[in-house]
C-alpha cells in the first residue's frame, strides 16, 4: 500500500512521509525515529509553548532579490541564516548560529520587553564572513576572493520591536553589498574575438573597501585594497537601461564582483571609488586592462554600478575602438534611495523638479556625468519653445528664477560625437534671475551658457559664485566658425565671482564631427577662449582668475576686485565696435582692434589700481587710432603699450605720440 502520514506538533512543524507497504513493526519504527528528531528540532529552536509572561515571536523573514527570473543577484543561493537578539540595554539575549534559511524562525520572548534582532543571511558555500564574539559585527574576507562569484552575496538586516503578545514580524533582508558589473554590447565582443581577444576571464582591483559591517546600525569599518582575482565571466547576459529610456539593453557580462561600499558615513550613503581597474583576459594570452574613464565611479550598498560601452556610431567601446564607457548607479535593489539622478543624462533628460520652483534651490549631487544633451532642461509648465533652430540653437524662455547649489561637487560632461556634444543653458526670462554656485564643469563640451543665443536680447540676469571650468575639451559650436570656441559664453548680464576659468583647449580632430569648422574658427580667433562677451552683454569679472576673454562687437566687460587675467582679446568681427571694456585688475595682455576711429567706438578705461603687462592698440584700413576711446585714470600702471607697431614704455610717452 502507499499513502501519507501527516504529523502535527505543538512547534506546527508539519512533517509529510510517502511510504510504501511495510510492515507494522517497521511503522511503528519510523514514527519514534521521527518523533525522537523533532523533539532535538525544537530543543536547538527554542520553539517551545511560553510561560504565561511570554509570548511567540514569529518572524517572516524574505530577501529583496533583483529581478527574480535571473541568475545573477537573484538571492536564490542563500541558504544560511545567524541571528541574535539584544535587549534594550544591547545586551545579548539569545542567538542562533548557522541556521538554514527558512521563511519562518518562532522563538519566545518576555511581555512588554523591547527587543533589537540583527539577522545576516548568506550562501554556506562561501566561507568568507566571520560573526563576531559581539555577535553583532561580520567581518569580510577578500582574501582569495574569486571575481564573478555569485556565492559572495549576502543580505542583512535589523529590527527594534516590543513583545505585546503573540505577533508576527515581517522583515525583508536586504543586500548588503554595492554591485560592480561590466558589460559590452555583443556586437563589440564579436569584434574583439575576431581581432584574437574572446574574454575568458576577468579580474578587479578596488581600492579601500570596507572590511567590516555593524549589524545593529549598518555602519562599515576598515579600509582594505582588494583583489577580486581573475575568474571565468558570467555565462548570462547583463541588462541595463543605458540610455536612460526606460528599457533594458543587453550586454555580454564581463564582471561582477559585491563588495562592502566604504562611505565613511551611514554605510548606506552613495561614495565613489579611485583607480579601479578591470583586467579582462583570453585562454591564448591577450589581455586589455580598464581604467580610463572610472574615475570617482558611484557605488552604494544594495545598488548596481554598471560600466557599459556605448553602442552605436561614434560609440567607441570598452575593448575595441577608444574607450568610452558610461557609468550608471542603478538603484534596481532598493527601493528606499531614489537615485535617478545619479544616471548619466541623454538628450532631452532634464533634472528639474517641483523642487525647481521659483525661489528653491536646486542641489546638484556629486558624480554627475552628462552626455548627450543639456543637464538642465526645461520643465514643460515653465519654458516656452519658439522657432527651434536645431538641437543646440532651441529657443527657450525659463519663466522663474531658480538657484542652483553644487555643492563643491563635479558635473563632467562626456559627449562621443559632436552631433550630441554636450552644453549647459543656465537662463531665465525677464526680471528672473539664475544662480549658479559651488559647481565644478569637467569634460568635454560645447560650452556653459548664460542665456539663449537666438533670445540673446532677452534681459538675462545670471551669477555664478566659486564655479570652476578648468582644463575642459571644447567642441566647435557655430554652424559656420563665425565665432569662437570658448567654455563659457555670456548671453545678458553675468556676474563671475570667484570664479575659475581656465586651459580649455579643442578636442582636437579625432572627435570633433565639425573639424573644419573648428580650424576656421581657430585660425580666426588665434585659438580657444575661456570666456566670450558676445554683442549686447554686460560680463563682470569679480575676483576671478581667467585664462583667455573674447569681447565682441558690442559687448560689455568689466574686470575688477583682484581679478587676474592673461589675456583681453577686443576684436569686432564686424566692424560695429561698440565695445565697452573697463579693468580694475591684472591683465597679462590686451588687446584691442580698432575698424574706424568714428564709426561705433570702443571705450577702453584703465581704472587706478590696474595692472597690464602689455596694451596692444591696432586700427583696421590705417585708420588713425582715437586717443579720445581710452581713458587711463591716474595710478593705472602698464607696463608696454603698442599702438600701430610702436612700442610705448609709459602712458605719458603714448599720450604724447598720438
Known sequence: MTGTIILFYPNQLIIHLNFKEMKKHLFFGMFAAVGMTLATSCTNDENIIPSSNEAQVTFSLGLESGINTRTISDGTGINQLFYAIFDKEGKLVKKYTNKEFKEEETISLIKGETYTAVFWAWDKDCEAYTVEEDNKTVTINYGEALNNDENRDAFFKNVT???????????????????????????????????????????????????????????????????????????????????????????????????????????????????????????????????????????????????????????????????????????????????????????????????????????????????????????????????????????????????????????????????????????????AIVTVKNLNFAGEHSGVYAGVYVNRYNKYTTTFENVNIVNNKLFAYNNNGQTPIIAFTNYGTTELKNCTITGSDWVGEDKDGRTDLAKIAIEKFDGVYDVFAPNTTTTKIDNSTIGRI??????????????????????????????????????????????????????LTIKANAKIGTLNLNSKEGHTFNKNNIIFEEGANITTIICNGTEYTSIAAFKAAI
Open 161 to 431: 520591536f516590543t513583545v505585546d503578545g503573540n505577533e508576527n514580524i515581517s522583515i525583508v533582508l536586504k543586500r548588503a553589498f554595492a554591485q560592480l558589473n561590466v558589460g559590452i554590447p555583443q556586437s563589440e565582443f564579436d569584434e574583439a574575438k575576431a581581432d584574437g581577444l574572446e574574454i575568458k576571464n576577468s579580474k578587479v582591483e578596488i581600492k579601500k573597501a570596507a572590511t567590516t559591517l555593524n549589524l545593529m546600525d549598518g555602519t562599515v569599518g576598515g579600509a582594505e585594497d582588494i583583489t577580486f582575482e581573475a575568474n571565468v565571466i558570467p555565462t548570462e547576459k547583463l541588462y541595463v537601461d543605458a540610455d536612460c529610456n526606460g528599457e533594458d539593453e543587453e550586454y555580454v557580462y564581463l564582471s561582477m564582483s559585491y563588495f562592502l561600499a566604504n562611505d565613511e558615513s551611514d554605510g548606506a550613503s552613495k561614495t565613489t571609488l579611485e583607480d579601479l581597474k578591470f583586467t579582462f583576459s583570453s585562454d591564448n594570452g591577450k589581455s586589455f586592462i580598464l581604467t580610463e574613464g572610472l574615475a570617482n565611479a558611484p557605488v552604494q550598498r544594495n545598488h548596481r554600478t554598471n560600466i557599459v560601452s556605448l553602442d552605436g556610431a561614434g560609440g567607441g567601446g570598452i575593448i575595441t575602438g577608444d574607450v568610452t564607457v558610461k557609468v550608471l548607479l542603478d538603484p534596481l535593489y532598493d527601493g528606499e534611495h531614489t537615485l535617478t539622478n545619479e544616471k548619466v543624462w541623454e538628450t532631452n533628460a532634464g533634472i528639474y523638479t517641483e523642487e525647481a520652483l521659483a525661489g528653491k534651490t536646486i542641489e546638484m549631487p556629486n558624480g554627475w556625468h552628462i552626455r548627450n544633451g543639456w543637464i538642465l532642461e526645461p520643465m514643460p509648465e515653465n519654458w516656452s519653445t519658439d522657432k527651434p533652430n536645431g538641437i543646440d540653437d532651441t529657443y527657450v524662455i525659463y519663466r522663474e528664477s531658480y538657484n542652483i547649489d553644487g555643492k563643491g561637487n563635479t558635473v563632467t560632461f562626456e559627449p562621443y560625437a559632436y552631433k550630441f556634444a554636450a552644453k549647459n543653458v543656465f537662463a531665465a526670462a525677464d526680471d
Open 550 to 603: 573674447y569681447v565682441n562687437a558690442q559687448g560689455i566687460l568689466e574686470v575688477c576686485n583682484g581679478s587676474k587675467v592673461d589675456e583681453i582679446i577686443c576684436d569686432p568681427i564686424d566692424g560695429l565696435a561698440k565695445a565697452k571694456v573697463s579693468i580694475d585688475a591684472e591683465v597679462s595682455n590686451l588687446e584691442l582692434l580698432q575698424y574706424s576711429p568714428t564709426s561705433y567706438p570702443y571705450t
